[in-house]
């Protein structure tokens, strides 16, 4: 029996696993800001996500990943400098777009051929991951258009109406610092130094990248 979801919204690890495990969505926190959270291999779980959210399906999921080895179930891309980067910024805010292995192809991936992936900098996260053994989708909790929630009190009043009713609820013990930073820095990995292709500026720049011979 899934255990009940806090007046708060609040919920333990075992019950985010069993929510998880189920299909369901949850809002936890990353060394970034809050993601919603889903198991990356339900496609049912993935398109609530999608509802949730207000994503357009043609707008691919990101996923996390607990380390390079799970990363490299859903993909054959982390070789040369793709895997050097992994090795240096993971766990941390890098987000690197590699070609996806057809297993992973589908909702994740909006039907293309790539999948983006990152080792979340917050161990609380990465035990989660591991503890459920499969990835997570983690696109960022907030509604399509909107800024992304930084704190769990944002997350609660963003979705409130999904926390009533027990569509979402938030892992997010209270003694983990509050993430402020702002989203993921997002690459499709070059051949050589400065040739990374930056898709969306974070925490890790260019200059960053460039130091990575």
Same mark, same amino acid.
């Given at each position: 029996?899934?255990?009940?979801?806090? $007046?708060?919204?609040?919920?333990?690890?075992?019950?985010?696993?069993?929510?998880?495990?189920?299909?369901?969505?949850?809002?936890?926190?990353?060394?970034?800001?809050?993601?919603?959270?889903?198991?990356?291999?339900?496609?049912?779980?993935?398109?609530?996500?999608?509802?949730?959210?207000?994503?357009?399906?043609?707008?691919?999921?990101?996923?996390?990943? @607990?380390?390079?080895?799970?990363?490299?179930?859903?993909?054959?891309?982390?070789?040369?400098?793709?895997?050097?980067?992994?090795e240096?910024?993971?766990? /941390?805010?890098? %987000?690197?777009?590699?070609?996806?292995?057809?297993?992973?192809?589908?909702?994740? %991936?909006? /039907?293309?051929?790539?999948?983006?992936?990152?080792?979340?900098?917050?161990?609380?996260?990465?035990?989660?991951?591991?503890?459920?053994?499969?990835p997570?989708?983690?696109?960022?909790?907030?509604?399509?258009?909107?800024?992304?929630?930084?704190?769990?009190?944002?997350?609660?009043?963003?979705?409130?109406?999904?926390?009533?009713?027990?569509?979402? @609820?938030?892992?997010? $013990?209270?003694?983990?610092?509050?993430?402020?930073?702002?989203?993921?820095?997002?690459?499709?990995p070059?051949?050589? $130094?400065g040739?990374?292709?930056?898709?969306? @500026?974070?925490?890790?720049?260019?200059?960053?990248?460039?130091?990575?011979?």
């Amino acid at each position: 029996m899934t255990e009940p979801t806090s $007046p708060t919204g609040t919920i333990s690890l075992h019950a985010a696993l069993d929510r998880l495990g189920a299909g369901g969505v949850i809002a936890f926190p990353t060394e970034t800001v809050f993601g919603l959270g889903a198991d990356a291999t339900n496609p049912a779980a993935v398109e609530r996500v999608y509802a949730i959210k207000g994503r357009p399906r043609t707008n691919p999921m990101p996923v996390v990943v @607990a380390d390079l080895a799970m990363a490299e179930t859903l993909t054959d891309g982390l070789t040369g400098r793709a895997r050097r980067l992994a090795e240096a910024f993971w766990p /941390g805010p890098l %987000t690197l777009v590699c070609p996806a292995r057809d297993a992973v192809i589908g909702i994740v %991936t909006a /039907g293309g051929d790539t999948v983006a992936l990152r080792t979340p900098g917050l161990e609380l996260v990465c035990e989660l991951i591991r503890a459920l053994g499969r990835p997570l989708i983690a696109p960022s909790a907030n509604r399509t258009g909107a800024d992304p929630a930084r704190t769990i009190e944002e997350v609660r009043s963003a979705f409130a109406r999904e926390i009533e009713a027990d569509e979402l @609820a938030c892992y997010a $013990p209270a003694a983990i610092k509050t993430p402020g930073s702002a989203p993921s820095t997002i690459v499709i990995p070059g051949e050589t $130094p400065g040739t990374d292709r930056v898709l969306r @500026a974070g925490p890790i720049t260019i200059d960053d990248l460039a130091t990575l011979r």
